[in-house]
């Protein structure tokens, strides 16, 4: 009696596995003409749409600034900045004692231009900007800035671009606040005794 239950058991294992074959093959025949065919079509996969999606997006970073409205100025002559379709900001942090981490980030749609003449544009119309406006129009803020903003325009400067990518960067020197107008380790001749020695 044991013997024959185990027969069963193994002929009903064996008939299972059989089916379970046979179903994935199927299911292989009807799956794989259907995948190669969307693949055909031109759209392509996630990848390949995606790619698409993101060919007319370009990052433009703004480094070194530390007046949120520089950056606000910034903005504007951005997204008023010819071939520019769309600017989201996506990065912000701005820290007056640490210029070296400030840094605002954007991501711009672009349209009939690429990175290089947008780059040219921008700095043309923060020269522009800088010398309060030329004859031909002013331009159009969100906020009306004083003087000393419009003159701070003057230290933004393209930095580094690839198609991709347009840096623009301060070029103020940034001195820090010291205290009686000496700096910290002014006597001490040898850098080892500074507390951050070897990352001046």
């Known amino acids: 009696m044991k013997i024959s239950g185990a027969r069963k058991v193994e002929t009903r294992s064996l008939f299972l596995k059989g089916r379970l074959y046979i179903a994935v093959v199927l299911s292989l025949i009807i799956i794989l003409p259907a995948v190669a065919a969307a693949a055909t079509r031109g759209n ?10 993101r060919k007319d997006f370009i990052s433009v970073k703004l480094l070194g600034v530390t007046e949120y409205e520089v950056t606000e100025m ?3 002559l951005l997204v008023s900045a010819p ?3 769309e600017a989201r900001r996506y990065r912000f942090r701005l820290d007056p004692q640490k210029p070296a981490s400030c840094i605002v980030e954007w991501q711009v749609k672009i349209e009939d231009t690429d990175a290089f003449q947008l780059e040219s544009s921008l700095y043309r119309m923060l020269r522009d900007a800088a010398r309060h406006g030329t004859e031909d129009e002013d331009p159009v803020f969100s906020f009306d800035p004083t003087v000393e903003d419009l003159g701070s325009l003057k230290d933004i400067r393209p930095w580094r671009a690839s198609s991709r990518e347009i840096q623009f960067v301060s070029g103020r020197p940034w001195r820090p606040p010291f205290s009686g107008g000496r700096q910290p380790h002014e006597n001490v001749k040898n850098w080892r005794m500074w507390p951050d020695a070897g990352f001046e």
Do not use: R
């Not at 392509?44 to 999606?53: D, F, P, S």
């Open 44 to 53: 392509g996969g996630i990848l390949q749409q995606e790619i698409k999606a």
């Open 74 to 76: 910034f903005n504007d």
């Open 83 to 85: 071939g520019v379709m």
